[in-house]
């Protein structure tokens, strides 16, 4: 049976490849992967939560601090492209809006529907 040191140190190895793993997906433009990524990490931070006061436990806290400030920037990164992509939706929107209104001005006529106001007298 592992003892809670080495328990720490599995999990927070593992989740420091899964914080590196998150990086990498996040530097090439794959949210959702990484997203994905930062969802599966999630019951390794509990298991580590869970252990802390644990003896010996606390000598990983600069492994630790490394991690968390890792990911906060990770996660700050993430809001920052969700924003983004708010502001472009709402661009969008407004785009498709305006389109709308407009549009109507340059319909097209069908054969049989109401002569334009002016038509040239032969």
């Known amino acids: 049976m592992e003892s809670p040191t080495q328990l720490a140190h599995r999990l927070l190895t593992s989740l420091e490849e899964l914080i590196e793993q998150e990086g990498t997906y996040l530097r090439g433009g794959h949210y959702d992967l990484a997203v994905e990524v930062r969802e599966r990490s999630e019951p390794l931070v509990s298991g580590l939560v869970g252990i802390a006061g644990l003896p010996g436990v606390g000598d990983l806290g600069p492994r630790v601090?490394?991690?968390?400030?890792?990911?906060?920037?990770?996660?700050?990164?993430?809001?920052e492209k969700?924003?983004?992509?708010?502001?472009?939706?709402?661009?969008?929107?407004?785009?498709?809006h305006r389109a709308a209104q407009v549009a109507p001005a340059y319909a097209r006529r069908s054969p049989g529907s109401a002569a334009p106001r002016f038509q040239a007298a032969g």
Do not use: F, P
């Open 65 to 79: 601090r490394v991690v968390v400030e890792r990911s906060d920037q990770h996660g700050a990164y993430l809001q």
């Open 82 to 96: 969700i924003q983004a992509l708010g502001a472009e939706l709402q661009r969008n929107d407004q785009a498709r």
